[in-house]
């Protein structure tokens, strides 16, 4: 799957946010997310494995739970592929205009 396919989904990119913030459960990524979203913890499940399956999330267990994390090697190579087009939105940014 490609990144921004992995990325254009709202539900998957609300939890990479709450990743964002630290290593989170599973249980209160889909609390937040069942809440917000209205889907069902199998839903959430879903989403959170397809972002582990693509690199976006690292899982660790503690136990009885399992905590989820950004990896950041997919965002970093967004990032470089979004580096090419910087220029124009540097250039907007200084006060110039597409013509």
């Not at 609300?14 to 630290?22: D, N, P, T, V």
């Not at 399956?53 to 990896?71: E, I, Q």
């Amino acid at each position: 799957m490609h990144a921004f396919d992995v990325l254009g989904d709202p539900v998957r990119r609300r939890i990479l946010e709450l990743l964002a913030e630290g290593e989170r459960p599973a249980g209160e990524i889909g609390a937040v997310v069942q809440e917000e979203f209205g889907i069902s913890q199998p839903g959430v499940s879903q989403h959170l494995r397809v972002l582990r399956d693509n690199g976006f999330a690292k899982v660790r267990p503690d136990g009885t739970r399992r905590l989820y994390s950004v990896d950041p090697a997919p965002l970093k190579e967004i990032d470089v592929w979004l580096d090419r087009y910087r220029r124009f939105w540097n250039a907007l940014g200084k006060g110039e205009r597409r013509r």
